[in-house]
């Protein structure tokens, strides 16, 4: 393995597929959306990993706790 293939896997390729796997547990952690918008995410993250990582963090609430409290 030359020197750019290590570097392209270790600083590209590996912390992309932590951000992935971090945004998919995120999904399925959120306790205010509902299973069909949840598969929809995962599959437009599947399709799309940069484009759609990137629209789910700014599309979703930040915490749904903190939300909860400022509507009440």
Same mark, same amino acid.
Do not use: C, H
């Given at each position: 393995? /030359?020197?750019? =293939? !290590?570097? #392209?896997? !270790?600083?590209?390729?590996?912390? &992309?597929?932590?951000?992935?796997?971090?945004?998919?547990?995120?999904?399925?952690?959120?306790? =205010?959306?509902?299973?069909?918008?949840?598969?929809?995410?995962?599959? !437009?993250?599947?399709?799309?990993?940069?484009?759609?990582?990137?629209?789910? !963090? #700014?599309?979703?609430?930040? =915490?749904? /706790?903190? &939300? /909860?409290?400022?509507?009440?």
């Amino acid at each position: 393995m /030359e020197f750019w =293939d !290590f570097f #392209i896997l !270790f600083f590209v390729f590996i912390p &992309l597929f932590i951000a992935w796997v971090y945004t998919v547990v995120d999904i399925f952690q959120r306790p =205010d959306e509902s299973g069909l918008v949840k598969f929809l995410w995962v599959l !437009f993250i599947l399709f799309l990993p940069l484009l759609g990582m990137l629209i789910y !963090f #700014i599309a979703r609430p930040s =915490d749904p /706790e903190i &939300l /909860e409290r400022s509507i009440v």
